[in-house]
């Protein structure tokens, strides 16, 4: 703005009039210079301020304005204002433009008027130091191994280079080159290309830009680069006895990815679903696919298979087994002599349809045929077996068979009481003569052995315990002593006669 000149020839005449004036009356006029004190600042930013002061014009007409600088010398000044004639103090204000971001100022309030120029005093401020602004953009140009990463800087005046933060996490481990932002004052895109990545990894990165002010990182971003495809199977579905609904995941990797299923009885395989698209995306697409023509109650291996531009992926080899006939006995154990009944049932449901049970004594080396049921309502079966010895039942429908079920056999141990004698009698399969047989008493609520005697010819024994009347007796015999495929086994309960 200069200095400020007041041009004062015009209001000579008048001066000499009121001086004239004054002389006659004997009264002496004494006017004052205004009264100008300097206030302080607020919304100190970058590169502008706002500054305060107080002006009192003393009765003549008045003009303000501030000077400022970096020195003390100034060298700038704000807009010339007008603060009137009056005699009240005025509040003023102005802004001070055009700073420089981090440095230390000086400024003043001057008021002037015909009466003379009265300067505030001298005060100070620092306008904040200014770090570049910048934003993060997204990445492009996504492959394999490369990606082009784009954002914004904004100088703010001072010369800026900017790069950018990447690793596989927002803690970062490396830089890219670093680029010029030059030194504007506007937003200034930035894209730089980031080499060496991993295919098929996430990547995080975050814009970094540095000036004569300090450093600023932008907000953390993320993106995955291409690769080859990335499958996982799934669970099974559907199955039936010869059908099933194989799934899974694939990740096309951000190519364009095909994918099928192998599947077959064995890790060969052998067969495969049809050929299907995954799309270019980068995220796990669900797939599925249905087959059928299946063996019931068979295990099939099945993987899920992927292809694109870089190549085959494999998952691993998973197993499903179709539904085939059912059994289940009604009790897993028995006694000789006495029955237990097989139950199934087959997974189409059809009824009059053939069902071979076949048999495995425990003694035996393999399973021999038993017998031939047809199902009923619902296709469901059973079947009234005596075991003689522990036997293992399967069945066999449409060429599959159920899982093996086992029916434990126990010898049956009779006891009879008469007097003060115990005899024991034991039946099973095979003679048991020589076998120890144990007879137990209940004592306290266990049962402890009071007597023992083996078996003679006909698998029974006399004993004479020397226990009180009335005792709680019963025999025992254990599975060693019953020998193979026997399971151990005990009488009933009986009172020692007195």
């Given at each position: 703005?200069?200095?400020?000149?007041?041009?004062?020839?015009?209001?000579?005449?008048?001066?000499?009039i009121?001086?004239?004036?004054?002389?006659?009356?004997?009264?002496a006029?004494?006017?004052?210079?205004?009264?100008?004190?300097?206030?302080?600042t607020?919304?100190?930013?970058?590169?502008?301020?706002d500054?305060?002061g107080?002006?009192?014009?003393?009765?003549?007409?008045?003009?303000?304005?501030?000077?400022?600088?970096?020195?003390?010398?100034?060298?700038?000044?704000?807009?010339l204002h007008?603060a009137?004639?009056g005699?009240?103090?005025?509040?003023?204000?102005a802004?001070?433009?055009?700073l420089?971001?981090?440095?230390f100022y000086?400024?003043?309030?001057v008021?002037a008027s015909?009466?003379?120029?009265?300067?505030?005093?001298?005060?100070?401020?620092?306008?904040?130091?200014?770090?570049?602004?910048v934003?993060?953009?997204?990445?492009t140009?996504?492959?394999?191994t490369?990606?082009?990463?784009r954002?914004a800087?904004?100088?703010r005046?001072?010369?800026t280079?900017?790069?950018?933060?990447?690793g596989?996490?927002?803690s970062?481990?490396?830089?890219?080159?670093?680029?010029?932002?030059?030194?504007?004052?506007?937003?200034?895109?930035?894209?730089?290309?980031?080499?060496?990545?991993?295919?098929?990894?996430?990547?995080?990165f975050?814009?970094?830009?540095?000036?004569?002010d300090?450093?600023?990182?932008?907000?953390?971003?993320?993106?995955?680069?291409?690769?080859?495809?990335?499958?996982?199977?799934?669970?099974?579905?559907?199955?039936?006895?010869?059908s099933?609904?194989?799934?899974?995941?694939?990740d096309p990797?951000g190519?364009p990815?095909?994918?099928?299923?192998?599947?077959?009885?064995?890790?060969s395989y052998?067969?495969?679903?049809p050929?299907?698209?995954?799309?270019?995306?980068?995220?796990p697409?669900?797939v599925?696919?249905?087959?059928?023509?299946?063996?019931?109650g068979?295990?099939?291996?099945?993987?899920?298979?992927?292809?694109?531009a870089?190549?085959?992926?494999?998952?691993?080899?998973?197993?499903?087994a179709?539904?085939?006939?059912?059994?289940t006995?009604?009790?897993?154990?028995?006694?000789?002599?006495?029955?237990?009944?097989?139950?199934?049932?087959?997974?189409?449901?059809?009824?009059?349809?053939s069902?071979?049970?076949?048999?495995?004594r425990?003694?035996?080396?393999s399973?021999?045929g038993?017998?031939?049921?047809?199902?009923?309502?619902?296709?469901a079966?059973s079947?009234?077996?005596?075991?003689?010895?522990?036997?293992?039942y399967?069945a066999?429908?449409?060429?599959?068979?159920?899982p093996?079920?086992?029916?434990?056999?126990?010898?049956s141990?009779?006891l009879?009481?008469?007097?003060s004698?115990?005899?024991?009698?034991?039946?099973?399969?095979?003679?048991?003569?020589?076998?120890?047989v144990?007879l137990?008493?209940?004592?306290h609520?266990?049962?402890r052995?009071?007597?023992?005697?083996r078996?003679g010819r006909?698998?029974?024994?006399?004993?004479?315990?020397?226990?009180?009347?009335?005792?709680?007796?019963?025999?025992?015999?254990?599975?060693?002593?019953?020998?193979?495929?026997?399971?151990q086994?005990?009488?009933?309960?009986?009172?020692?006669q007195g």
């Amino acid at each position: 703005m200069g200095n400020k000149r007041w041009l004062l020839g015009t209001c000579a005449g008048a001066m000499a009039i009121t001086l004239g004036v004054g002389a006659l009356s004997g009264v002496a006029d004494a006017a004052a210079a205004p009264a100008a004190v300097t206030g302080p600042t607020s919304g100190v930013s970058y590169t502008a301020a706002d500054a305060f002061g107080n002006v009192n014009p003393e009765g003549v007409a008045t003009d303000w304005y501030f000077q400022y600088g970096a020195t003390a010398h100034y060298g700038l000044d704000t807009a010339l204002h007008a603060a009137g004639a009056g005699g009240e103090t005025l509040a003023v204000s102005a802004p001070l433009a055009d700073l420089v971001p981090g440095t230390f100022y000086h400024y003043r309030l001057v008021a002037a008027s015909k009466e003379g120029t009265t300067v505030g005093g001298d005060r100070s401020f620092t306008t904040p130091a200014s770090p570049p602004g910048v934003a993060t953009g997204a990445a492009t140009a996504v492959a394999d191994t490369t990606a082009v990463l784009r954002g914004a800087v904004n100088p703010r005046g001072l010369a800026t280079v900017a790069h950018f933060a990447l690793g596989t996490t927002p803690s970062y481990t490396a830089n890219t080159a670093a680029r010029s932002a030059g030194a504007g004052v506007a937003p200034t895109a930035v894209a730089i290309r980031a080499d060496r990545l991993a295919p098929d990894t996430t990547y995080h990165f975050a814009l970094v830009a540095t000036n004569a002010d300090g450093s600023a990182t932008g907000a953390d971003a993320a993106f995955t680069t291409t690769g080859p495809a990335i499958v996982a199977d799934g669970t099974p579905s559907s199955v039936t006895a010869g059908s099933a609904v194989l799934s899974g995941t694939v990740d096309p990797g951000g190519h364009p990815a095909r994918w099928f299923f192998q599947y077959g009885v064995s890790t060969s395989y052998g067969a495969t679903t049809p050929v299907k698209s995954a799309g270019d995306g980068l995220a796990p697409v669900p797939v599925a696919a249905a087959i059928s023509g299946l063996a019931p109650g068979t295990e099939y291996h099945f993987r899920l298979v992927a292809r694109n531009a870089d190549g085959t992926t494999v998952a691993g080899d998973s197993v499903i087994a179709t539904l085939g006939p059912t059994l289940t006995a009604s009790s897993g154990s028995t006694t000789f002599g006495q029955s237990t009944t097989l139950n199934g049932s087959i997974p189409t449901g059809a009824s009059n349809q053939s069902v071979t049970i076949f048999a495995q004594r425990a003694t035996d080396p393999s399973f021999v045929g038993l017998t031939t049921v047809l199902t009923g309502s619902g296709g469901a079966y059973s079947f009234a077996v005596r075991p003689r010895i522990g036997t293992s039942y399967k069945a066999l429908w449409d060429n599959a068979a159920t899982p093996i079920v086992s029916v434990g056999v126990r010898p049956s141990v009779m006891l009879r009481i008469s007097g003060s004698s115990a005899a024991v009698r034991v039946a099973a399969a095979r003679s048991l003569a020589n076998r120890l047989v144990r007879l137990q008493r209940l004592v306290h609520g266990r049962w402890r052995v009071v007597d023992s005697a083996r078996l003679g010819r006909g698998s029974s024994v006399v004993m004479r315990p020397s226990t009180p009347a009335g005792a709680r007796l019963r025999a025992w015999l254990t599975a060693f002593q019953a020998g193979p495929g026997y399971e151990q086994a005990v009488s009933g309960v009986h009172r020692l006669q007195g």
